[in-house]
Nanobody
Framework: QVQLVESGGGLVQAGGSLRLSCAAS????????MGWYRQAPGKQRELAAS???????IYDDSVKGRFTISRDNAKNTIILQMNSLKAEDTAVYYC??????????WGQGTQVTVSS
């Protein structure tokens, strides 16, 4: 079992920046992917960005060039730096992990609201 603690959401004006952090604890040794999903009101949850233990990053097309995901393996923490935020980035952001057996764990979610 993996426990995830998220921080860093909030309210920001369009064009601004926010930084999300997620710390993993528990059975972390089999984790191979960490990342962030987001869910806007009335929409399905979608992947925003992910990063593997080896550093391979995947971004949704809508956030490429604006979001940067990084990982501190020693601290079992990932950071999502979000710049040039748009109103359409408004969503609940969920930290997640996937281990080598394909098992996913989820954080409780943090609200990001971008005012236009």
């Amino acid at each position: 079992q993996v426990q995830l603690v998220e921080s860093g959401g909030g309210l920001v004006q369009a064009g601004g920046s926010l930084r999300l952090s997620c710390a993993a604890s528990g059975n972390i040794f089999t984790i191979n992917v960490m990342g962030w999903y987001r869910q806007a009101p009335g929409k399905q949850r979608e992947l925003a960005a992910s990063i593997t233990t080896g550093g391979t990053r995947i971004y949704d097309d809508s956030v490429k060039g604006r979001f940067t995901i990084s990982r501190d393996n020693a601290k079992n923490t990932i950071i999502l730096q979000m710049n040039s935020l748009k109103a359409e980035d408004t969503a609940v952001y969920y930290c997640y992990t996937r281990n080598q057996y394909g098992l996913a764990s989820w954080g409780q979610g943090t609200q990001v609201t971008v005012s236009s």
